[in-house]
């Protein structure tokens, strides 16, 4: 097998359903005739001049870091999202919350968010990864477990606001570490598996409320709900512990115990060859440098649009609308998970395509217009009560357009490791501001289910959405053609380019 490999051309273009071979001789573009593309090629991975060290080093990464990092936000998820399943299972009678409470409850873990983000970023060019992380993590476990001892609903708007806080700093640290370890032709794919633990959160809040509501309800004096709250802590303490030890932190400081000297060196040398830059000193100067490119401020708007184009994570419209019909608790949390489903499958599948023709916004579209629809559909309301569960099961196709976004940031600013990190915290902190007071408006508790006019924004921001997408594509575009920054200098990161396949670890 290694004599045949020797014989593939040094790099071999590929643009969608073409194949480019450029070789010095007749010899090798009849040896790279004879190199059959495996089936998996088109699902995982596949490049055929990677060697066998390099291929055991992405499978440690792949069962180490993506796990943990997967594992992680799973119960971020599943301590974000049990507030809504706590809601209607018994919470809203229980603290009297008969107004916008929910609402404010939701604003409130939002502040939280939107302060902690980008001084947490900065923290990350400091401090450890495998120290910072985890101690946030633990932070927010024991937060969840005094949710259970709520009295009133400023209890739980005065915790969420905490749990927010520390939860903020995960899902652009998760993103940061990931752009540091893997290529443009791997980064999508994992992005997308950690994000689609988002929905098998939501999915496992669902089936633990149904659970505990049916066995634990009245047990010891505390409510289903409640249980819900200490249940999540449970399962979340042994997570937060395990990250202490196996987070990698980056490649130039990498500590990992299943990590030895070669993979280490390998590490930095694959994302050198590629442009992304290691950490630097965090001086006024990347701040300058940072501010004066369109990467900030047109990011930063793709992501606003995209955290508020649907209603708060307390507000779960087909759970609320399921409860007007007067469904039961158990099916309450139930059948909303089916949508969550959707979700996880989509978001894995677009991002193997999304690697494989390295067209970012040609998939993050598809993502759009899938949530469009459903919006539509639902802004028009009177419609056929099959229709309406379509799209409420539809919803969620619109969230792997977020992952996939983080993703193509991580390519656009890979040549600069403080930006990189900087670009992506404001992107996610100025998403969450908006989402601080925009639902607040959109999708009012007091407008359930029908939610006429956040349907009818949500309809409207998918359309901005496929704008600010096309405009950032064309930028990225333009500064390729130029010789400008942001990873055009290396061939097959960004969007609209071919997949770069090499021989050698000198291309991604």
């Given at each position: 097998m290694s004599e045949r490999l020797s014989t593939i051309p040094k790099e071999?273009?590929?643009?969608?359903?073409?194949?480019?071979?450029?070789?010095?001789?007749?010899?090798?573009?009849?040896?790279?005739?004879?190199?059959?593309?495996?089936?998996?090629?088109?699902?995982?991975?596949?490049?055929?001049?990677?060697?066998?060290?390099?291929?055991?080093?992405?499978?440690?990464?792949?069962?180490?870091?993506?796990?943990?990092?997967?594992?992680?936000?799973?119960?971020?998820?599943?301590?974000?999202?049990?507030?809504?399943?706590?809601?209607?299972?018994?919470?809203?009678?229980?603290?009297?919350?008969?107004?916008?409470?929910?609402?404010?409850?939701?604003?409130?873990?939002?502040?939280?968010?939107?302060?902690?983000?980008?001084?947490?970023?900065?923290?990350?060019?400091?401090?450890?990864?495998?120290?910072?992380?985890?101690?946030?993590?633990?932070?927010?476990?024991?937060?969840?477990?005094?949710?259970?001892?709520?009295?009133?609903?400023?209890?739980?708007?005065?915790?969420?606001?905490?749990?927010?806080?520390?939860?903020?700093?995960?899902?652009?640290?998760?993103?940061?570490?990931?752009?540091?370890?893997?290529?443009?032709?791997?980064?999508?794919?994992?992005?997308?598996?950690?994000?689609?633990?988002?929905?098998a959160a939501s999915m496992f809040s669902g089936y633990l409320q149904a659970g505990v509501y049916r066995g634990l309800n009245g047990v010891n004096g505390f409510a289903g709900w409640q249980w819900l709250f200490?249940?999540?802590?449970?399962?979340?303490?042994?997570?937060?512990?395990?990250?202490?030890?196996?987070?990698?932190?980056?490649?130039?400081?990498?500590?990992?115990?299943?990590?030895?000297?070669?993979?280490?060196?390998?590490?930095?040398?694959r994302m050198e060859k590629v442009g992304r830059a290691p950490r630097a000193r965090l001086g006024r100067s990347a701040f300058k440098r940072i501010f004066g490119r369109w990467h900030v401020y047109l990011l930063s708007i793709l992501y606003i649009i995209f955290i508020n184009v649907g209603p708060s994570g307390s507000i779960n419209p087909m759970a609320l609308w399921l409860k007007a019909k007067g469904e039961s608790v158990e099916r309450i949390n139930l059948i909303p998970t089916a949508a969550s489903a959707i979700?996880?499958?989509?978001?894995?599948?677009?991002?193997?395509?999304?690697?494989?023709?390295?067209?970012?916004?040609?998939?993050?579209?598809?993502?759009?217009?899938?949530?469009?629809?459903?919006?539509?559909?639902?802004?028009?309301?009177?419609?056929?009560?099959?229709?309406?569960?379509?799209?409420?099961?539809?919803?969620?196709?619109?969230?792997?357009?977020?992952?996939?976004?983080?993703?193509?940031a991580n390519e656009i600013c890979g040549a600069d490791a403080e930006e990189r990190a900087i670009v992506i915290g404001i992107m996610n902190s100025m998403g969450y501001a908006f989402n601080a007071w925009v639902p607040l408006l959109t999708y009012p508790q007091v407008d359930s289910p029908t939610f006429k006019k956040g349907f009818i924004f949500s309809t409207a921001a998918f359309g901005a959405q496929a704008v600010i997408t096309a405009t950032v594509a064309y930028m990225h575009k333009r500064d390729k053609k130029r010789g400008g920054r942001g990873g055009e200098h290396v061939p097959g990161i960004g969007d609209e380019e071919g997949v770069i396949v090499s021989s050698s670890l000198d291309r991604p």
């Open positions: 071999v273009v590929v643009n969608e359903s073409s194949l480019d071979v450029s070789a010095s001789s007749h010899d090798d573009v009849e040896s790279a005739k004879k190199l059959k593309v495996p089936w998996w090629s088109y699902i995982w991975d596949y490049e055929p001049g990677r060697s066998h060290e390099e291929r055991a080093f992405i499978q440690k990464l792949d069962v180490f870091l993506v796990s943990m990092l997967s594992f992680g936000y799973f119960i971020k998820n599943l301590d974000q999202t049990n507030i809504s399943n706590a809601f209607v299972s018994g919470m809203k009678e229980d603290l009297r919350m008969n107004g916008n409470e929910i609402n404010l409850v939701d604003t409130a873990w939002t502040v939280g968010y939107v302060v902690g983000q980008i001084p947490s970023q900065i923290v990350l060019t400091k401090v450890r990864p495998s120290v910072w992380v985890p101690s946030c993590e633990l932070l927010w476990t024991l937060l969840t477990f005094c949710l259970a001892a709520a009295k009133t609903s400023d209890h739980v708007i005065a915790i969420r606001f905490f749990v927010g806080l520390t939860e903020s700093i995960f899902y652009p640290a998760a993103h940061t570490i990931l752009g540091s370890w893997y290529k443009p032709s791997e980064l999508g794919k994992r992005a997308c598996i950690f994000h689609a633990s988002s929905a200490i249940m999540d802590g449970i399962i979340s303490l042994p997570i937060c512990v395990a990250g202490f030890f196996i987070l990698p932190d980056l490649p130039e400081n990498t500590r990992a115990f299943y990590l030895n000297e070669s993979d280490r060196a390998m590490a930095r040398d979700q996880l499958v989509l978001t894995v599948s677009f991002a193997i395509v999304s690697d494989a023709i390295r067209r970012r916004a040609s998939i993050m579209s598809i993502s759009t217009f899938l949530g469009g629809f459903a919006a539509l559909l639902l802004a028009i309301w009177n419609i056929p009560d099959g229709l309406k569960w379509f799209a409420f099961l539809l919803q969620r196709a619109s969230v792997p357009y977020g992952p996939l976004s983080m993703s193509w």
